[in-house]
């Protein structure tokens, strides 16, 4: 069996290290305002003016907010479900290969699943500079997908199946070039009731031949 | 500017309507090219390159993977030099085409001339393994 990892990335631990300061300085910039704000108030009486600055300050926080949200979401969904071990059968996947997916989560809390969601996507990623700025910019195309049907789960079940699927003919191998990638993903999405979606994503080898 | 007419004759791969000839990662491609520039053309080389590179939203990724000299000297004005080549293919990058990012595969000819402009000519392949 070939154990599956996430792809590798910074990504939203980066994102919420960053949203940490940002927040701190915008909530201080916004405090200091309102405080600058009411003395303004006391001394001259009140005008609309006087709220300018500690409104320009709330989008900011909200943009923080909103940050510090998205980088710890992960993190809350993981408080009810584990990180889920997924592997494959076969050790090289080539192009037009079948294979058998094994799944096992464990649940650490009672959880209502709605639904699981699995994906077998291609993922394109291309990166490109203008000026100074440097975009990467995703495309996924679905290959397969398929959905494990909900049930309630009692802290300590376990979800495991297994279940076949296969990387399309026609399809393109792994590539990864200085600024553009083809990755093959299997991407997973536990819908728990009153809970942050879980979703996690493996990455697939895709060797350049055609299996036989 | 100077004026180059490139011919290209390239044998084997698989040839299907309105599309470039497939060929197989691993195999080789050979034929011919035929240069008639219209004047004298003292070139450094006449260079063959096996190449690809990525077109569509991403910077440009590129590598050759083969290259031969095919002539070094005077080229006469006027009269066709043709000029064999045999490159062996990779197995990979196969040739794609998709949303953001496509691989492309040519066989370049390129004129190094001295102090001027090279003239090229690309003749685009796919790299691909049959599929069925």
Not at chain 1, 25 to 32: D, E, G, K, L, N
Not at chain 2, 83 to 89: A, G
Not at chain 2, 107 to 123: G, R
């Amino acid at each position: 069996m070939n154990a599956l990892k996430p792809p590798a990335g910074a990504g939203r631990g980066c994102l919420f290290l960053f949203a940490i300061p940002w927040t701190l300085i915008a909530c201080f910039w916004t405090a200091a305002a309102l405080l600058g704000a009411v003395s303004m108030v006391r001394e001259n009486g009140f005008t609309v003016w006087t709220l300018a600055f500690p409104l320009f300050g709330l989008p900011f926080i909200a943009i923080g907010v909103g940050m510090l949200w998205y980088g710890i979401l992960p993190w809350i969904a993981g408080l009810r479900v584990s990180k889920p071990e997924v592997s494959i059968n076969n050790t090289s996947v080539k192009v037009g290969d079948s294979f058998t997916i094994s799944y096992s989560q464990t649940f650490k809390h009672r959880a209502e699943v709605k639904g699981v969601k699995f994906s077998l996507l291609v993922r394109e990623t291309a990166r490109y500079q203008s000026g100074s700025n440097t975009t990467t910019v995703h495309h996924d195309e679905t290959a397969a997908e398929f959905d494990y049907p909900g049930q309630s789960y009692e802290t300590g079940d376990v979800l495991a199946f297994s279940r076949s699927m296969e990387i399309p003919r026609d399809g393109m191998h792994t590539f990864q070039g200085a600024h553009n990638s083809i990755a093959w993903l299997l991407q997973v999405k536990v819908d728990v009731a009153g809970w942050p979606d879980y979703r996690e994503e493996f990455e697939i080898q895709v060797e350049p031949a055609i299996a036989r | 500017m100077t004026n180059v007419d490139f011919q290209w004759n390239v044998q084997g791969g698989e040839a299907s309507a309105g599309r470039a000839a497939r060929f197989d990662p691993g195999s080789t491609v050979e034929g011919t090219v035929t240069v008639t520039p219209q004047a004298d053309l003292n070139c450094n080389g006449i260079k063959i390159r096996l190449e690809w590179h990525t077109e569509g939203r991403g910077d440009r990724d590129r590598k050759s993977v083969d290259e031969m000299v095919a002539f070094q000297g005077v080229l006469a004005g006027g009269q066709p030099a043709v000029f064999p080549f045999r490159l062996t293919l990779p197995d990979q990058p196969w040739s794609y085409t998709g949303f953001y990012i496509n691989i492309l595969w040519e066989i370049v000819a390129d004129i190094d001339l001295p102090l001027a402009i090279n003239p090229k000519s690309h003749f685009p392949i796919l790299l691909r393994p049959r599929a069925a």
